[in-house]
């Protein structure tokens, strides 16, 4: 935006470094988990049963028993996450997905990988039994086998997202996590938004910022679609919260949203499960593509979006919220930034970082980008976020139609 | 220290407040932009509002960012609270349904029965 110029590239806080996973295709990851991945709703309640109490141990899943080329490209982004180790794959017996097949992708991926279907297993408490001994057996392995390597802000995928948004999201939060996100890109590392149902209205800002001509024309279809979406579902991004909170418009709203994208240029746009084809600042387009079975929803609720850039690789989620959240994320840890200070001291607990001194002066954009750094170096480095400490892993993932990617091309493989 | 409104971008025609603040409230205006006279509220605006800093016209652009974020469905003198009842999108013809204080949707209300 035309008064917020771009913040001077910084080195101090974005040069730590700490110790992460080796995965065999080179990246790297902060944590070292085993995640329990159920099928089909059905299988659902044994598979939290096996991971519940244990350490390290997440669960994502697909509730639909027809199966979906995009559901099934996510729990494959997701199984082969740089902050996954290996995977159990949980199915009833008669869903279209197949946990055989996800548990050879993950094979494929040169992680170790089981499954088995609950009705060949003997119902739900040998499910149970049978799963905990192999999470632990899993776990036991990898904590064993995985290498440790140093990593750096380089070596990141950081997304954010934005939810419960107030008239101070655009002012202090968004614009914090657009300077950091600067910081991260000129670190060279890889720093992923989305929510283009929350640009309508800003074309000409959008392609402006595009790195090149071929990023340009992603990034004008995106936009069209996001618009056609919108008018065709009759359904824009703002939410009765937006508006108690301030926000009138949704363009008042695209403008304060699309600050945390910071000031570098937009190399490209990915999709769902995706990963960026490279360093530097991405646009994910998380919106369906028309279908014969129509548009579908495209986010539905903040934790939806927060699964999909994960997808895209990243091992941090910063997450906005001026009227405050409490929602975590399985698989990566989810980082909460809220620029509304009365937001800040009544959910203390659930909040990691207050940006709101940048409007009162306590700090300025760039010192809080750099404090901000510092704290997602120390989550990077093994320490609990706010709602990994609180346990929050709230899951949501859904049909949807988006053009297939074949399915290895997602997740580097 | 008397209630703050935060103008972004030189030549907006709204700034938003960064605390609650009664009629006739004269605010403390902080932000990338100064403004040539003092603001005034013409009614009690909640923190995170939006005040007019000068009159406008029923149809005109309301600016903020630098940006037009939708058209005035009413003329807004200054100093008044501009939300869903006089400004509205150029895109979202549901947001004019909205209540005015909760934000809560009206076009549905016939669901819950």
Known sequence: MSSRPPTPPSAAPSSATWSGYLRPDGRKGIRNLVLVVYTVECAQHVAHAIAAGEEDTHVIGFSGCYDNAYAIRLLLALARHPNVGAVLAVGLGCEYTQPEKIATVVRDSGRPAEWFFIQQAGGTSRSIARGQETVRRLRAQIRTETPRVAMGFADLTIGAECGGSDGTSGLAGNPVVGAFFDRLVDAGGRAVFEETVEMIGLRDHLLRRAATASAAAQLAAAYEKAVRYCREVRQYSVSPGNFAGGLTTIEEKSLGAFAKGGSRPIQGVIRVAEAPRGPGLWILDSVPDPHFMQFGYTNPNDTEGIMDLISAGAQVVLFVTGRGSVIGSPVAPLLKVTGNSATFRALSEDMDFDASRVLTGEATLASAADELATLVAWIAGGEPSKPERLAHREYFIMYKHQETLSLTTGCRA | ?113
């Open chain 2, 1 to 113: 220290m008397s209630p703050r409104a935060y103008l972004i971008a030189p030549g907006d025609n709204v700034a938003t407040l960064l605390d609650d603040a009664p009629a006739g409230t004269t605010l403390l205006c902080v932000g990338a932009a100064g403004l040539p006279a003092p603001l005034v509220t013409g009614e009690a605006i909640a923190h995170g509002h939006k005040i007019a800093v000068a009159a406008i016209a029923a149809h005109a652009a309301v600016t903020k960012f630098g940006v037009r974020i939708g058209h005035a469905t009413a003329d807004i003198p200054g100093g008044a609270w501009v939300h869903l009842h006089n400004l509205a999108s150029d895109l979202d013809e549901r947001s004019a349904t909205l209540d005015l204080a909760s934000g809560a949707p009206t076009d549905t209300n016939s669901a819950y029965v």
